[in-house]
């Protein structure tokens, strides 16, 4: 029972520190309530077993040319303590767009019983484009947009984070873009600068078992960014046997997210948001709509600390206590 208030106070601490201690440049979206992989690298592996996950968002609805994103990802495991992974995001607003992508490497070293850390290390390439054939000017000899269908720049980067897991509490940090990257487009010596900033995340998550089959799942993330304000979600999902929930979301600038979801069939996972604010000018936007499906792949590795035998899943831990 201590160790289940200690979890607890974790937790809160992180919670209360998190405005202090610590917003965005890859897009913000929801993926993480379900996939923990899509939020930090450093918890490949956290479900055991290897995971393909497509996201699509699409937000403000009613406003043309408005911000869509299309994700995927995959992390497996090729050891006792090693998983890989990869993400591919596309985030396009109106005439610009921004391809993101990115190959992991995470290391598990189990610290005692039924408690680990993980190592999360990635490199990316961010590639930044404007669609000048979206452009409508009075004239076109301008010679930013003369004989020119797009301008690209392309960077390259690399993130790393750590992830602390204790039965079914994870506390982390990761930064995401370790390098400032300034780019300019090659237009007549022109100074069109694509700019990527160092970014710092912060987050908590915690699952609670109410009873055998009912579990309460509340999450913290803080984001900061050089010269974009504090951001952070407070999130908290309802669950059923671990297969089916439902969840809220608070996100500052007074956005609230509803989730559902569950396990369709053996394997495959589904979940849906939907955003919504009465807040400025995305009170007139019919709000957002987020999508992700997910699938368990067969490859699996089990997690063991040397002279403690087999190392249990977060979830199973919790569940066996309680039926003891």
Known sequence: MIYRYLNIIIFVFVLLIGEFAFGQQVPITNQYLVNPYSLSPAMAGYNQTSELFIGYRKQWTAMPGSPKTSSINLNFPTGRRVWLGGNIVSDETDLFQNIYASFSYTYILPVFKSSYLSFGLWGSV???????????????????????????????????????????????????????????????????????????IAYASYQIYLTTK????????????????????????????????????????????????????????????????????????????????GYKLNIKHQIRNKGSGKYPLMMEYNSRKIKN
């Open 126 to 200: 961010f590639q930044n484009s404007l669609n000048l054939t979206k452009i409508n000017v009075a004239h076109n000899q301008d010679p930013l947009l003369l004989d020119k269908n797009k301008l690209v720049s392309t960077v390259f980067n690399s993130g790393t984070g750590i992830n602390f897991c204790r039965n079914t509490l994870n506390v982390g940090i990761l930064i995401p873009n370790l390098f400032v990257n300034r780019s300019n487009y090659e237009v007549e010596g022109a100074n069109n600068i694509f700019e990527i900033e160092r970014q710092y």
């Open 214 to 293: 009912w579990q309460l799942q509340p999450f913290i993330v803080f984001r900061s960014t050089k010269n974009i304000n504090f951001n952070y979600d407070i999130s908290t999902l309802i669950k059923y046997e671990n297969k089916y929930w439902l969840g809220v979301t608070y996100r500052q600038g007074s956005i609230i997210g509803l989730s559902t979801g569950g396990e369709l069939i053996n394997k495959l996972t589904f979940n849906y948001t939907y955003e919504f604010s009465n807040n400025g000018f995305t009170g007139y936007t019919s709000g957002t709509h987020e999508f992700s499906i």
